[in-house]
Protein backbone atom coordinates (compact mmCIF):
# COMPACT_ATOMS: atom_id res chain seq x y z
CA UNK A 1 0.00 0.00 0.00
CA UNK A 2 2.82 2.25 0.71
CA UNK A 3 4.19 1.93 -2.79
CA UNK A 4 0.99 2.23 -4.26
CA UNK A 5 0.60 5.79 -1.94
CA UNK A 6 4.37 7.10 -3.31
CA UNK A 7 2.94 6.11 -7.03
CA UNK A 8 -0.15 7.92 -6.57
CA UNK A 9 1.47 11.00 -6.05
CA UNK A 10 4.11 10.63 -8.34
CA UNK A 11 1.72 10.22 -11.26
CA UNK A 12 -0.42 13.39 -9.57
CA UNK A 13 2.81 15.45 -9.78
CA UNK A 14 4.11 14.41 -13.14
CA UNK A 15 0.38 15.15 -14.13
CA UNK A 16 0.50 18.64 -12.56
CA UNK A 17 3.83 19.11 -14.41
CA UNK A 18 2.42 17.72 -17.83
CA UNK A 19 -0.79 20.54 -17.91
CA UNK A 20 1.52 23.11 -16.85
CA UNK A 21 3.98 22.10 -19.69
CA UNK A 22 0.92 22.57 -21.94
CA UNK A 23 -0.58 25.60 -20.45
CA UNK A 24 3.52 27.25 -21.36
CA UNK A 25 3.32 25.61 -24.80
CA UNK A 26 0.21 27.05 -25.16
CA UNK A 27 1.12 30.47 -24.64
CA UNK A 28 4.30 29.94 -26.69
CA UNK A 29 2.38 28.98 -29.12
CA UNK A 30 -0.82 31.75 -28.79
CA UNK A 31 1.36 34.71 -27.82
CA UNK A 32 -0.84 37.38 -25.03
CA UNK A 33 0.18 40.66 -23.57
CA UNK A 34 -2.51 39.80 -20.44
CA UNK A 35 -1.81 38.33 -17.48
CA UNK A 36 -2.71 34.35 -17.63
CA UNK A 37 -1.75 33.05 -14.10
CA UNK A 38 -3.40 34.48 -11.19
CA UNK A 39 -0.77 33.72 -8.47
CA UNK A 40 -2.06 34.07 -4.49
CA UNK A 41 -2.11 33.02 -1.14
CA UNK A 42 -3.08 33.55 2.35
CA UNK A 43 -1.83 32.27 6.02
CA UNK A 44 -3.12 32.81 9.87
CA UNK A 45 -1.85 31.78 13.22
CA UNK A 46 -4.43 32.12 15.52
CA UNK A 47 -3.38 31.59 19.16
CA UNK A 48 -5.08 31.32 22.56
CA UNK A 49 -3.88 31.55 26.14
CA UNK A 50 -5.83 30.31 29.34
CA UNK A 51 -3.59 31.05 32.69
CA UNK A 52 -5.42 30.70 36.26
CA UNK A 53 -3.55 31.99 39.46
CA UNK A 54 -5.68 31.08 42.75
CA UNK A 55 -9.22 30.80 40.66
CA UNK A 56 -11.63 29.41 43.04
CA UNK A 57 -14.01 28.62 40.28
CA UNK A 58 -11.62 26.04 38.84
CA UNK A 59 -10.30 25.34 35.59
CA UNK A 60 -7.49 24.70 33.50
CA UNK A 61 -4.36 26.39 32.59
CA UNK A 62 -4.31 26.24 28.27
CA UNK A 63 -2.06 27.46 25.70
CA UNK A 64 -2.95 26.73 21.41
CA UNK A 65 -1.59 27.32 18.41
CA UNK A 66 -3.82 27.06 15.19
CA UNK A 67 -2.07 27.33 11.46
CA UNK A 68 -4.20 28.20 8.00
CA UNK A 69 -2.92 28.81 4.92
CA UNK A 70 -4.25 28.75 1.29
CA UNK A 71 -3.01 28.90 -1.66
CA UNK A 72 -4.00 29.15 -5.77
CA UNK A 73 -2.22 29.05 -8.87
CA UNK A 74 -5.33 30.14 -11.86
CA UNK A 75 -4.80 29.54 -14.99
CA UNK A 76 -6.60 31.07 -17.54
CA UNK A 77 -6.46 32.14 -21.46
CA UNK A 78 -9.04 32.16 -24.14
CA UNK A 79 -11.59 29.43 -23.18
CA UNK A 80 -9.48 27.63 -21.18
CA UNK A 81 -9.64 28.02 -17.31
CA UNK A 82 -7.72 25.49 -15.17
CA UNK A 83 -7.70 26.25 -11.19
CA UNK A 84 -5.59 25.08 -8.42
CA UNK A 85 -5.67 25.19 -4.76
CA UNK A 86 -4.47 23.89 -1.73
CA UNK A 87 -5.48 24.71 1.64
CA UNK A 88 -3.67 23.30 4.89
CA UNK A 89 -4.50 23.55 8.75
CA UNK A 90 -2.53 22.30 11.53
CA UNK A 91 -3.48 23.09 15.26
CA UNK A 92 -2.18 22.14 18.63
CA UNK A 93 -3.40 22.05 22.24
CA UNK A 94 -1.72 22.04 25.74
CA UNK A 95 -3.70 21.54 29.06
CA UNK A 96 -2.36 21.70 31.97
CA UNK A 97 -0.09 18.30 33.09
CA UNK A 98 -0.78 16.62 30.00
CA UNK A 99 0.45 15.91 26.66
CA UNK A 100 0.72 18.03 23.53
CA UNK A 101 -2.75 16.71 21.57
CA UNK A 102 -3.25 17.92 17.78
CA UNK A 103 -6.49 20.04 17.69
CA UNK A 104 -6.43 20.35 14.02
CA UNK A 105 -5.26 18.66 10.93
CA UNK A 106 -5.91 18.90 7.01
CA UNK A 107 -4.27 19.05 3.98
CA UNK A 108 -6.85 19.41 0.72
CA UNK A 109 -5.45 20.10 -3.31
CA UNK A 110 -8.21 20.99 -5.32
CA UNK A 111 -7.02 20.78 -9.83
CA UNK A 112 -10.08 21.88 -12.42
CA UNK A 113 -9.74 22.11 -15.55
CA UNK A 114 -12.56 24.16 -17.48
CA UNK A 115 -13.41 24.85 -21.22
CA UNK A 116 -15.72 27.46 -21.71
CA UNK A 117 -18.87 26.61 -23.45
CA UNK A 118 -20.81 30.00 -23.82
CA UNK A 119 -20.77 33.03 -21.11
CA UNK A 120 -21.61 30.79 -17.55
CA UNK A 121 -20.95 27.88 -18.59
CA UNK A 122 -17.76 25.25 -18.65
CA UNK A 123 -17.06 21.73 -19.56
CA UNK A 124 -14.66 20.52 -17.00
CA UNK A 125 -12.72 17.88 -15.10
CA UNK A 126 -11.74 18.38 -11.77
CA UNK A 127 -9.37 15.99 -8.94
CA UNK A 128 -9.80 16.74 -5.04
CA UNK A 129 -7.82 15.44 -2.75
CA UNK A 130 -8.46 15.20 1.22
CA UNK A 131 -5.95 13.77 3.71
CA UNK A 132 -3.58 14.76 6.75
CA UNK A 133 -0.38 15.09 8.29
CA UNK A 134 0.40 13.48 11.08
CA UNK A 135 -1.17 10.62 13.20
CA UNK A 136 -4.30 10.99 15.50
CA UNK A 137 -4.50 9.13 18.89
CA UNK A 138 -7.18 8.68 21.53
CA UNK A 139 -6.45 10.84 24.93
CA UNK A 140 -4.85 7.46 26.65
CA UNK A 141 -2.55 7.09 23.33
CA UNK A 142 -3.27 3.43 23.15
CA UNK A 143 -5.48 3.68 19.84
CA UNK A 144 -4.50 5.23 16.41
CA UNK A 145 -7.59 7.19 15.35
CA UNK A 146 -6.22 8.15 11.28
CA UNK A 147 -3.12 8.84 9.96
CA UNK A 148 -1.60 10.58 6.64
CA UNK A 149 -3.48 8.84 4.11
CA UNK A 150 -4.98 6.72 6.48
CA UNK A 151 -7.91 8.13 5.67
CA UNK A 152 -7.17 9.77 2.01
CA UNK A 153 -10.32 10.78 0.24
CA UNK A 154 -10.02 11.20 -3.93
CA UNK A 155 -12.90 12.36 -5.85
CA UNK A 156 -11.96 12.66 -10.11
CA UNK A 157 -15.36 13.71 -11.70
CA UNK A 158 -16.41 15.11 -15.47
CA UNK A 159 -18.90 17.11 -15.44
CA UNK A 160 -20.00 21.34 -15.90
CA UNK A 161 -19.60 24.12 -14.42
CA UNK A 162 -21.39 26.88 -14.09
CA UNK A 163 -19.56 30.38 -13.10
CA UNK A 164 -22.13 33.25 -13.02
CA UNK A 165 -19.39 35.20 -11.61
CA UNK A 166 -16.16 35.16 -9.34
CA UNK A 167 -17.33 34.91 -6.82
CA UNK A 168 -19.93 31.50 -7.37
CA UNK A 169 -18.98 28.61 -8.76
CA UNK A 170 -21.15 25.16 -9.27
CA UNK A 171 -20.06 21.77 -10.59
CA UNK A 172 -22.20 19.28 -11.34
CA UNK A 173 -20.98 15.70 -12.35
CA UNK A 174 -22.81 13.20 -13.63
CA UNK A 175 -19.43 11.23 -13.95
CA UNK A 176 -17.69 10.24 -10.70
CA UNK A 177 -15.47 8.17 -9.13
CA UNK A 178 -14.60 8.38 -5.19
CA UNK A 179 -11.92 6.58 -4.23
CA UNK A 180 -10.99 5.82 0.15
CA UNK A 181 -6.89 4.83 0.62
CA UNK A 182 -6.57 3.56 4.30
CA UNK A 183 -2.58 3.21 4.13
CA UNK A 184 -2.22 2.17 7.76
CA UNK A 185 -2.53 -1.78 8.24
CA UNK A 186 -4.23 -1.57 11.28
CA UNK A 187 -6.85 1.16 10.53
CA UNK A 188 -7.70 -1.22 7.44
CA UNK A 189 -8.19 -4.46 10.12
CA UNK A 190 -10.57 -2.61 11.65
CA UNK A 191 -12.17 -1.60 8.63
CA UNK A 192 -12.10 2.19 9.93
CA UNK A 193 -13.53 5.02 7.21
CA UNK A 194 -15.56 2.21 5.16
CA UNK A 195 -13.24 -0.07 3.87
CA UNK A 196 -13.34 -4.14 4.25
CA UNK A 197 -12.51 -5.06 7.97
CA UNK A 198 -9.52 -7.88 8.17
CA UNK A 199 -10.56 -12.20 8.19
CA UNK A 200 -11.26 -13.79 11.27
CA UNK A 201 -9.71 -16.76 12.81
CA UNK A 202 -12.37 -19.41 14.10
CA UNK A 203 -11.75 -18.05 17.70
CA UNK A 204 -12.79 -14.44 16.44
CA UNK A 205 -9.37 -12.85 16.43
CA UNK A 206 -8.33 -10.58 13.48
CA UNK A 207 -5.84 -12.16 11.50
CA UNK A 208 -3.85 -9.04 10.39
CA UNK A 209 -2.96 -8.10 7.38
CA UNK A 210 -6.10 -9.40 5.54
CA UNK A 211 -7.79 -5.85 5.83
CA UNK A 212 -8.56 -3.79 2.77
CA UNK A 213 -7.09 -0.56 2.10
CA UNK A 214 -9.08 0.78 -0.83
CA UNK A 215 -12.54 1.63 -1.12
CA UNK A 216 -14.24 3.05 -4.77
CA UNK A 217 -17.55 3.91 -5.07
CA UNK A 218 -19.02 5.45 -8.53
CA UNK A 219 -21.78 8.04 -8.14
CA UNK A 220 -22.99 11.57 -8.77
CA UNK A 221 -21.40 14.71 -7.46
CA UNK A 222 -22.35 18.19 -6.93
CA UNK A 223 -19.65 20.43 -5.88
CA UNK A 224 -20.14 24.41 -4.73
CA UNK A 225 -17.80 26.88 -4.08
CA UNK A 226 -18.82 30.74 -2.74
CA UNK A 227 -16.45 33.29 -1.77
CA UNK A 228 -17.63 37.03 -1.16
CA UNK A 229 -16.92 40.02 0.94
CA UNK A 230 -20.34 39.93 2.75
CA UNK A 231 -19.90 43.35 4.66
CA UNK A 232 -16.69 45.86 4.66
CA UNK A 233 -13.44 43.39 5.81
CA UNK A 234 -15.62 40.01 6.50
CA UNK A 235 -15.44 37.45 3.71
CA UNK A 236 -17.26 34.47 3.93
CA UNK A 237 -15.54 31.31 1.73
CA UNK A 238 -17.87 28.45 1.87
CA UNK A 239 -17.25 24.64 0.21
CA UNK A 240 -20.36 21.80 -0.15
CA UNK A 241 -19.48 18.69 -1.61
CA UNK A 242 -22.77 16.53 -2.05
CA UNK A 243 -21.59 12.72 -3.35
CA UNK A 244 -24.30 9.82 -4.29
CA UNK A 245 -23.44 6.42 -4.87
CA UNK A 246 -25.01 4.81 -7.80
CA UNK A 247 -23.84 1.39 -6.66
CA UNK A 248 -25.06 1.01 -3.08
CA UNK A 249 -27.86 3.26 -1.15
CA UNK A 250 -27.59 6.00 -3.94
CA UNK A 251 -30.45 7.64 -1.67
CA UNK A 252 -27.52 8.10 0.88
CA UNK A 253 -26.34 11.58 0.06
CA UNK A 254 -22.44 12.32 1.43
CA UNK A 255 -22.42 15.79 2.73
CA UNK A 256 -18.56 17.75 2.88
CA UNK A 257 -19.86 21.64 4.01
CA UNK A 258 -17.17 23.86 5.48
CA UNK A 259 -17.66 27.25 5.91
CA UNK A 260 -14.86 29.66 6.76
CA UNK A 261 -15.76 34.00 7.76
CA UNK A 262 -12.66 36.29 8.39
CA UNK A 263 -13.01 39.21 10.01
CA UNK A 264 -9.67 41.55 9.52
CA UNK A 265 -9.08 43.97 11.99
CA UNK A 266 -6.04 45.40 10.15
CA UNK A 267 -3.36 44.52 7.86
CA UNK A 268 -1.91 42.02 10.36
CA UNK A 269 -4.26 41.39 12.52
CA UNK A 270 -7.40 39.09 11.94
CA UNK A 271 -9.81 36.86 13.38
CA UNK A 272 -11.30 33.59 11.90
CA UNK A 273 -14.38 31.28 12.19
CA UNK A 274 -14.55 27.87 11.22
CA UNK A 275 -17.54 25.17 11.00
CA UNK A 276 -16.88 22.03 9.29
CA UNK A 277 -19.70 19.51 9.32
CA UNK A 278 -19.38 16.12 7.72
CA UNK A 279 -21.78 12.76 7.25
CA UNK A 280 -20.84 9.85 5.53
CA UNK A 281 -22.94 6.58 5.86
CA UNK A 282 -19.84 5.08 5.41
CA UNK A 283 -17.95 5.97 8.18
CA UNK A 284 -18.98 4.99 11.52
CA UNK A 285 -17.92 6.87 15.06
CA UNK A 286 -18.88 6.32 18.56
CA UNK A 287 -22.15 6.38 19.74
CA UNK A 288 -23.69 6.96 23.69
CA UNK A 289 -26.53 5.10 23.28
CA UNK A 290 -28.00 5.66 26.80
CA UNK A 291 -26.81 8.83 27.86
CA UNK A 292 -24.45 7.31 30.53
CA UNK A 293 -21.22 9.26 29.16
CA UNK A 294 -19.85 5.71 28.00
CA UNK A 295 -19.47 5.05 24.22
CA UNK A 296 -20.87 1.78 23.79
CA UNK A 297 -21.82 1.25 19.95
CA UNK A 298 -20.84 2.64 16.62
CA UNK A 299 -22.82 4.27 13.32
CA UNK A 300 -23.19 6.84 11.01
CA UNK A 301 -23.86 10.35 12.44
CA UNK A 302 -23.10 14.11 11.90
CA UNK A 303 -19.39 15.29 12.45
CA UNK A 304 -19.71 18.64 13.15
CA UNK A 305 -16.23 20.99 14.24
CA UNK A 306 -15.92 24.35 15.25
CA UNK A 307 -12.68 26.79 15.52
CA UNK A 308 -12.60 30.66 16.69
CA UNK A 309 -9.72 32.25 16.72
CA UNK A 310 -7.86 35.58 16.64
CA UNK A 311 -4.21 35.96 15.12
CA UNK A 312 -1.55 37.23 12.84
CA UNK A 313 -2.74 37.06 8.67
CA UNK A 314 -0.66 37.96 5.85
CA UNK A 315 -2.00 37.37 2.33
CA UNK A 316 -0.10 37.95 -0.97
CA UNK A 317 -0.79 38.37 -4.69
Do not use: C
Not at 52 to 58: C, D, K, P, Q, S
Not at 63 to 72: K, M, P
Not at 273 to 299: R, S
Amino acid sequence: MVTFTRTFLLLSFFSFLFLSSNAAAQVAAEPDTSDIWDFGGVGTINFSQVSLNNWAAGGQNTISVLGIASFHADYKQGDNVWNNNLDLTYGLVKLENQRVQKSDDKLELNLKYGHRTSEKWFYSAQLNLKTQFTPTYTASRDTLISSFFSPAFVLASLGMDYKPNDKLSVFISPLTGKFTFVQSERLADRGAFGVDPADRDILGNIVPGTGEHFRKEFGGYVNVRYKNEVIHNVTLQSKLDLFSNYLMSPENIDVNWENLLNFKVNKIISATLFVHMIYDDDINVPIDTNNDETFDAKGPRLQVKQTLGIGISYSFE
